[in-house]
């Protein structure tokens, strides 16, 4: 890539972590000057997207390496374009309605993405996602232009990964396989966009998508738990991390729909709860674990819009579906899913990590911006029948 | 793309259908100027690609659209390759023994590529293939910057295909995913080139690559026999023509091996053969035929390597695998691949094309050369294993 001078951006946990110094030894070796960016927040919020742009506009540089879990690849992709587009204003290039959803005409320079979690995908993908703190809701920036040159998918970096953080990076890639895969088929969106270049970045259900989202369910019922259980299973752990990447190849071209959309308000409106294993000074829902609490009520509620793809998907995950009756797809699905969720001690609900009933209109005016996403949902959802997925996932045993 | 003057590639049977028609109809609209070159060879050779390279000199031309089977989208990527890098010699882009295999450093202009056959997969490739009239053995380019820019895998195309045509372009899918999948795996390929540049196109099997071989076949298994009898079976003819683009993926990033190495002088080496259904004025082995004669003989061969695949690829054409053992994993594929083949009435192998024992000094000769797919034969072969290999495949039932 001709690099002389190279911006390596993380987190202040990986930075004192086998992965960056690999990363750091490599560039020392092969004689290319490079600064260190560590300061990336666990959960970005659109300040901490700024604070990043500002260090690399400063530092000119001609390459990135990010290394970390998506909230470190996304600030970078972040920093990457507006570093590009200097005289941009920061809600330009963010989702309407929120930002203006321009498209990205400027080049950007080369991204090289190294994962050390399994289940953002972002690595494979042309999105990044920060907390609007104003808003107190997710959005995040979406375009071709930002998905990094490269991906360095080495199994070798999940080894230091925390049991809870497996398992709920694991979730997302869970979530990423089941929303891709019963997204509304890309010949069913529309308005169709009067030129390629604002087509949007997640496309609707399609024959390569779904490829990548059968695959990659597979490899989460075989080696999910595996992986949790047992930090020295190479094979789980490795197949987590290709998963992981599988969905993201699939999610990134279909799109996710309501557990994502959803979960955008869970995170971002997080009282007190803290999450076991993550090393961080704020309250936190991670983001797997914020879009899985809502995925049996969900799908529940999509089913009947392609039920053999929920059961297929159930059947996936260990269900025994062979007397099964379509009717009976979404409760299937969403009883697999309970027991999947129950057997890895996972939160009973969104009342569990601290919500009530008092919370849901909350909830769903945090959904109601997410279209890019909650438009891809197979079945239209009004703000009642938000309302009633927030109700129906407070508690999930 | 911002083209102003296309050339617009095809051959002389397609220049009278709708596909090409509807190519030029959109060129009109759009007011782009345009030149059809419709003298492309079925099975091209140097001859046949050196004159479309001249005739594409000659025009200047900022954009091309390959409407056609493989012989015609490859023509088009060695005419748009040549014409970008006008001061080479022919042989320095031709893959070595035979040609000197120079890394592509120039950029070429866009090509779109329209497929209107269901195997080669060309579309997706980085790969020509022609017939070097000197040496009468099939070599090729190999190069990612030749692959198309785009690629419009449109079913409604494929409807005028004859039976034979979709019977042999579907075995160059079965064959293309049989060998990407049983090809050596990506990290046992020696030596290491020194930089990534020289890096050859094909890798050897890999995790990605695997994903589309096996999704591939899964279409081949239930689709192929439908599309060859039923001219009208939209959906047979659709997923076909979506599993060539898959299988290309797959094979275009891992490889073929021994029926692709051994395929080149088998149809190099024809005499008197006329496929049926082939509207062409000389001898003709079609490519597809050519490859999966010697399958069945290939996968008894390379069994030992990986058993394990092997038996999944029969299970997935329909045998019945539950109590195989893994040595006979060979034989159990052989066997479901003549019945395969005997159930669409193929020729009875080499023998029923014309060759006898005769003539495999030649056909070894001919293979000798083809390394660069041979190579990644998960297992080495002597003189005498290929000279095996076809005196096995003279006949097959």
């Known amino acids: 890539m001709g690099a002389k001078n190279v911006c390596l951006m993380t987190d202040k946990n990986l930075s004192q972590l086998p992965p960056v110094q690999m990363v750091m030894d490599s560039l020392v070796k092969n004689g290319i000057n490079f600064k260190v960016y560590d300061n990336v927040r666990v959960e970005p919020t659109d300040r901490s997207f700024m604070e990043a742009i500002e260090f690399v506009k400063r530092g000119a540089f001609d390459a990135y390496v990010a290394v970390g879990g998506g909230s470190t690849m996304d600030t970078c992709k972040a920093a990457n374009l507006y570093a590009s587009s200097p005289h941009s204003d920061f809600l330009d290039y963010v989702n309407a309605p929120i930002g203006k959803g321009k498209p990205v005409s400027v080049p950007l320079k080369p991204l090289i993405a190294v994962p050390t979690t399994s289940g953002t995908g972002s690595e494979t993908t042309g999105v990044a996602i920060f907390d609007y703190e104003h808003l107190k809701v997710k959005t995040g920036i979406a375009s071709r232009a930002i998905k990094p040159t490269l991906g360095l998918i080495d199994p070798m970096h999940t080894l230091h990964m925390p049991d809870q953080v497996v398992a709920n990076s694991g979730f997302d890639v869970l979530c990423h396989a089941l929303e891709s895969y019963t997204a509304l088929p890309y010949h069913m969106r529309s308005p169709c966009p009067s030129n390629p270049i604002t087509r949007p970045a997640y496309q609707g259900s399609n024959p390569i998508s779904d490829i990548w989202a059968v695959h990659?369910?597979?490899?989460?019922?075989?080696?999910?738990?595996?992986?949790?259980?047992?930090?020295?299973?190479?094979?789980?752990?490795?197949?987590?991390?290709?998963?992981?990447?599988?969905?993201?190849?699939?999610?990134?071209?279909?799109?996710?729909?309501?557990?994502?959309?959803?979960?955008?308000?869970?995170?971002?409106l997080v009282k007190t709860y803290k999450a076991k294993d993550y090393n961080v000074d704020h309250p936190l829902v991670p983001h797997g674990l914020s879009v899985v609490l809502t995925s049996p009520a969900v799908f529940t509620?999509?089913?009947?819009?392609?039920?053999?793809?929920?059961?297929?998907?159930?059947?996936?995950?260990?269900?025994?579906?062979?007397?099964?009756?379509?009717?009976?797809?979404?409760?299937?699905?969403?009883?697999?899913?309970?027991?999947?969720?129950?057997?890895?001690?996972?939160?009973?609900?969104?009342?569990?990590?601290?919500?009530?009933?008092?919370?849901?209109?909350?909830l769903v005016k945090g959904t109601l911006p997410q279209e890019r996403v909650t438009k891809l949902a197979p079945r239209p959802q009004s703000e009642e029948d938000l309302s009633d997925l927030f109700e129906a996932s407070m508690k999930l045993y």
């Open 216 to 268: 990659a369910l597979r490899i989460v019922a075989k080696y999910l738990k595996r992986a949790v259980r047992n930090p020295d299973d190479l094979e789980a752990r490795s197949n987590m991390h290709l998963a992981s990447a599988f969905a993201g190849i699939g999610f990134g071209n279909a799109g996710v729909h309501l557990c994502h959309g959803m979960s955008y308000p869970i995170s971002g």
């Open 301 to 362: 509620f999509t089913a009947q819009m392609s039920p053999e793809r929920h059961l297929e998907t159930a059947e996936i995950l260990g269900a025994d579906t062979r007397t099964a009756r379509i009717p009976d797809a979404g409760p299937i699905l969403a009883d697999t899913l309970r027991k999947f969720l129950f057997d890895l001690d996972v939160d009973d609900g969104l009342a569990a990590i601290g919500y009530s009933r008092a919370d849901i209109p909350a």
